[in-house]
């Protein structure tokens, strides 16, 4: 695996970044402190924003290895943390993370955990090159399985009285998403081949001056070629990269476009049918037509010869 850290990622409507101390009182008051958020997880509801200072503190500290992931889940239009989505456990020696998530009450049910969760799926198929993206929820909290669902992770069994958590001693349902499973849908791929590579990705990166850019990893970069049958040089691999990456930035672009009451066209421009049936009304008014012409032959006018006097 090449582990990368917490770093920046971006959806249509999220940021995901490392937290700052300062992120604290959100923390608190958008999350951690609701007993109706921390009611199925392994950690109490906070306090204090002290508490939470020190969590971050915490978290802070550990920001510097690549084996930590930990991310804010910050709302752009709200410019604050409203919760937080991370790796609770990294497993080298079965190439796997664990991901565990929460997010504020008010924030529920409007799709903001699911697109979470689909970035940091992403990012560890495609960019950290993970064999296997796990999570489970207390079966008492089955709106939980419904998010890791929707980012397209797999239902693979209950563990009975497998896990702990303020609730006591649960049951543990399991979803899972594998590296391996796209490429095993594409045709030319071996077995040993398909375990080998992960599925084709783009991921978000924050760059320095504050944009959002798609970055295309040499692993999806690998996959797109064998899709089209291609054998690509180094060089080719690095050109189409850049050409792939800066197409997905300029649809970001067009997507920014406001359409609203836009009526959806087929094309670009108003279409309609030039063609007609033909239909014959009233004689085809040879006569007339002819009325004024200086010669007439067989029915029809004579031109003077213009080529091969």
Known sequence: MNHLGTIELATERLTLRRFEIEDAENMYYN???D???????????????????????????????????????????????IGSIGAVKVN????????????GKEFWNKGYTTEALTAVIRFFLGEVGVGRVE????????????????????????????????????????????????????DGYDEAEAEAKPAATATKVIGEDGIARNVISDETMEYVGILAKLELSPEEAEAAKKDMADMLDYIDLLNELDTTGIEPMSHVFPVS?????????????????????????????????????
């Open 273 to 309: 049918n030039v063609f007609r049936e033909d239909v014959v009304t009233n004689g085809d008014g040879s006569e007339a037509t002819l009325k004024n012409a200086p010669v007439k032959k067989d029915g029809g006018f004579k031109v003077p010869k213009t080529i091969g006097e």
């Open 31 to 33: 999350w951690a402190s």
């Open 92 to 103: 080298n020696d079965t190439e796997s993370v664990t991901i565990g998530y929460c997010i």
């Open 35 to 81: 007993p109706e958020v921390t009611k199925y997880l392994t950690w109490p509801a906070h306090s204090s924003v002290e508490v939470s200072e020190a969590v971050l503190r915490d978290w802070a500290s550990q920001y510097d290895s690549k084996e930590f992931y930990q991310w804010a889940i910050e709302l752009n239009d709200l410019e604050q943390p």
């Open 135 to 186: 999570a489970y929820h207390d079966s008492n909290n089955p709106n939980s399985g419904k998010v890791m669902a929707a980012a397209g992770m797999e239902y693979e069994g209950t563990l009975r009285r497998a896990d702990r958590n303020n609730q006591g001693i649960v049951d543990a349902v399991y979803y899972a998403k594998l590296r391996s499973a796209a490429l095993d849908e594409a």
